[in-house]
């Protein structure tokens, strides 16, 4: 029996759908090939982290920032969390300028 659970075992980790969820650490390459799902539960944590400081700072808000981070040529290699800042601060300088 025990045969049979170790070869089991080590084929359900090793299928694309074990993998581990995105981290802040990952790079935007990574990004860019995990699922939607995967993007919006790490783009929840940002929100979730950050809407206290600006309303505007949504999962949805960090989704479509990062999206576009991860399509400059040379992001690739990029960390996530560097596209978070970005899009932090890209947004608070918005905030801060005043209108005309």
């Not at 084929?11 to 650490?25: F, W, Y």
């Not at 808000?61 to 991860?70: L, N, P, R, S």
């Given at each position: 029996m025990h045969r049979l659970i170790i070869p089991a075992l080590a084929?359900?980790?090793?299928?694309?759908?074990?993998?581990?969820?995105?981290?802040?650490?990952d790079t935007l390459q990574a990004w860019r090939e995990s699922s939607a799902m995967d993007r919006l539960q790490l783009a929840s944590r940002f929100g979730k982290s950050f809407v206290?400081?600006?309303?505007?700072?949504?999962?949805?808000?960090?989704?479509?920032?990062?999206?576009?981070?991860?399509?400059y040529a040379n992001a690739q290699k990029a960390r996530i969390e560097d596209a978070m800042r970005e899009c932090?601060?890209?947004?608070?300088?918005?905030?801060?300028?005043p209108d005309d």
């Open positions: 084929i359900v980790l090793l299928m694309p759908g074990a993998a581990q969820a995105l981290s802040m650490t206290a400081v600006n309303e505007s700072f949504t999962a949805g808000y960090f989704v479509k920032c990062i999206d576009e981070v991860a399509g932090v601060a890209s947004q608070l300088r918005m905030k801060a300028q």
